[in-house]
């Protein structure tokens, strides 16, 4: 793909490496196949790369999906060192030493797109600002949505969030990534689309807790609405566009996490319900759970910039083992009574 940025300038991308071989990562690397890229897959895990090589499908991560011809894949992250285009996959709480370890074999002006849900924990931080403190000579976009992976790596189509500062990079990367059945949408807002992100996750687990506990659909549609509430509130004291929130990489994808037991967030809230404990809940899980990973962020995050997320921070307690199913449901039933407003 071609493109004419502000000043004149051409930005070509026909080859495009891809960190991660996760479920996300591998969807991903289908779709930059079928947008026409060039494409490489790097999988952490080297016996991985072998049976992707030979069996032409992620039968750890993504099972039961064939892939793309003419993708390749790699456990050597020096083998994205040449490509026009990166897309960083892992699991958000290893974003960092994942970039730090691509950071020798990254060229100056090759952008990254985030395409991580989460914030770091310990640090509070953003994705973005990871990357800004790993790479910085990395031009940075966000790219979140609904999207299941397995949906997605089908060819069924979804629509995104393409959030990138620079408007001609944006348009570029727009271009550059639309592929049948994968439309991004394109914003400037980089905070409010990882906001979102981050977000959807411990709410969709809430929502799975009502599903488990067999609260009913009203109550199911109440949390939807108070925790969009809560996602806008904190996107916007983070600096984020309380629009951008109302789009695919917020309202969206929670819609979606909040509504499947596909969601890894939202199944592992439906055992909690059912009354498996946490370490219950998530023994022997390969798949990452970001809602789990991120709620001791989000929550100090919250704390930090004087956020009130209820549902959030209740999820965050009952991860932590400070309260119980039935105190989470009370807390959240008996808060006092208020004017309806974000
Ligand atoms: N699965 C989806 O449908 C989906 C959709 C959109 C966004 N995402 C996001 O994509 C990100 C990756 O999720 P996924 O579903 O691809 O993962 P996954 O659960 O399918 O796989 C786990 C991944 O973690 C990696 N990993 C494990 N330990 C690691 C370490 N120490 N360092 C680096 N990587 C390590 C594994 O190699 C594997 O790639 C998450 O932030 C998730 O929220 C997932
Ligand atoms: O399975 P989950 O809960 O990680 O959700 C996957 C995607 O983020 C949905 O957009």
Avoid at 8 to 36: D, H, K, N, S
Avoid at 40 to 62: F, G, K, M, S, W
Avoid at 72 to 96: E, N, S, W, Y
Avoid at 297 to 312: D, F, K, M, N, W
Wanted: glycine share 12%; charged share 15%.
């Amino acid at each position: 793909m071609t493109n004419e940025n502000a000043s004149g300038g051409r930005m070509e991308f026909r080859t495009a490496g891809v960190i991660g071989a996760g479920a996300w990562g591998t969807a991903l690397a289908q779709v930059c196949v079928r947008a026409g890229l060039d494409t490489t897959l790097q999988a952490r895990e080297p016996q991985l790369v072998e049976t992707l090589r030979t069996t032409r499908a992620n039968d750890l991560y993504l099972p039961g999906v064939p892939l793309a011809e003419g993708l390749k894949f790699t456990a050597d992250l020096a083998d994205l060192g040449d490509c026009d285009l990166i897309l960083a996959v892992p699991p958000a709480q290893h974003m960092r030493a994942t970039l730090t370890a691509f950071a020798p074999h990254h060229r100056p002006g090759v952008p990254v797109v985030l395409c991580s849900k989460g914030v770091e924990r310990g640090t509070m931080k953003l994705m973005t600002e990871v990357l800004a403190e790993t790479l910085p000579d990395a031009p940075a976009a966000v790219l979140s949505g609904p999207s299941f992976a397995g949906e997605v790596a089908r060819g069924l189509p979804t629509a995104v969030t393409l959030a990138c500062a620079d408007q001609a990079l944006g348009q570029a990367l727009l271009s550059t990534l639309s592929a049948p059945g994968f439309r991004p949408y394109l914003a400037t807002d980089l905070i409010g689309a990882e906001a979102g992100g981050a977000l959807k996750n411990v709410l969709a687990i809430a929502c799975g807790v009502s599903e488990g506990r067999q609260l009913g659909r009203s109550a199911h549609a109440a949390l939807i609405t108070r925790g969009f509430a809560e996602m806008t509130r904190l996107a916007v004291a983070m600096g984020g566009q309380a629009e951008t929130v109302a789009g695919l990489c917020g309202l969206g994808d929670l819609v979606l996490t909040c509504s499947s037991p596909q969601s890894r967030n939202m199944s592992l809230g439906l055992a909690l319900g059912q009354g498996q404990t946490v370490e219950q809940a998530l023994a022997g899980k390969r798949s990452v759970a970001e809602g789990y990973e991120s709620a001791p962020a989000v929550r100090a995050l919250a704390a930090r910039l004087g956020v009130e997320t209820p549902i959030a921070e209740g999820i965050a307690a009952l991860l932590a083992g400070e309260i119980t199913v039935d105190g989470l449901i009370d807390g959240l039933l008996s808060r006092p009574l208020k004017a309806e407003r974000v």
